[in-house]
């Protein structure tokens, strides 16, 4: 079965340091893995995703994450906090068959300090 | 293009009266979800439908909830007898399944049921 984790369900981090959000997977086949975020009492929107080729995937708003086979993480990380990235993220992977229906994280909330 | 729509944004209801919850995804997708997230379970999977075979309806928490998608395009997600645990957002997502597990999912703004 896969699985999800993401460490840290709430996240603060100053206007212009260094954002890191955490996601682990589990899957006995090659995971598909992706980020979206939801802003409050909007949907998900999606960041980035990971398939197949090169393991640094570049995504929108200056986001970028890392598939690290050999850590099974695929961590979310984006250079310098803006206010306007403070909302839920959420790390999900696909089911490797059938519905390829999301299996999601728990979420990490991330909050922005001035 | 539009995207998935969904109706109502919010509904609040009592105890044991029936719901039903609309989506439209986005034209052309053939796979259609449903997720619920709520406190405490996070999000999870509903109900699949792709094109014109039988759904997936694996995810469903109890024979209370059902859903039909008519002409492979809206759907519409029933909870009858609706008790107070059912409150949460209940999320549409569709995808071209043309790539199928890369594929992305596109979701909606979800619909935020209260259950009195």
């Known amino acids: 079965a896969q699985s999800v984790t993401q460490l840290g369900s709430h996240v603060s981090v100053s206007e212009g340091a260094l954002v890191l959000l955490r996601c682990n997977y589990s899957s006995s086949v090659p995971p598909y893995l992706f980020w979206y975020v939801q802003y409050p009492n909007q949907g998900l929107q999606l960041l980035l995703k990971y398939t197949t080729g090169a393991t640094l995937v570049k995504g929108i708003n200056g986001f970028e994450a890392e598939f690290k086979k050999s850590e099974t993480s695929f961590h979310l990380t984006k250079p310098s906090a803006h206010m306007s990235d403070a909302a839920e993220y959420f790390c999900?992977?696909?089911?490797?068959?059938?519905?390829?229906?999301?299996?999601f994280g728990t979420g990490t909330r991330l909050k922005v300090l001035a | 293009g539009a995207g998935v729509s969904q109706s109502p944004s919010n509904k609040v209801t009592e105890k044991g009266k029936d719901v039903e919850l609309r989506c439209d995804p986005i034209s052309g997708h053939t796979a259609l979800y449903w997720y619920r997230q709520s406190l405490g379970q996070g999000l999870e999977f509903l109900i699949y439908?792709?094109?014109?075979?039988?759904?997936?309806k694996s995810g469903l928490p109890s024979d209370r909830f059902s859903a039909e998608r008519t002409g492979g395009s809206v759907s519409t997600l029933t909870i009858q007898r609706t008790q107070q645990e059912d409150s949460a957002v209940y999320l549409c997502?569709?995808?071209?399944?043309?790539?199928?597990?890369?594929?992305?999912?596109?979701f909606g703004p979800g619909t935020r049921l209260t259950v009195l």
């Open positions: 997502a569709s995808s071209p399944l043309a790539g199928g597990r890369t594929d992305t999912q596109y």
């Open positions: 999900a992977v696909s089911e490797a068959s059938g519905t390829y229906k999301y299996i």
């Open positions: 439908f792709q094109g014109n075979s039988a759904p997936d």
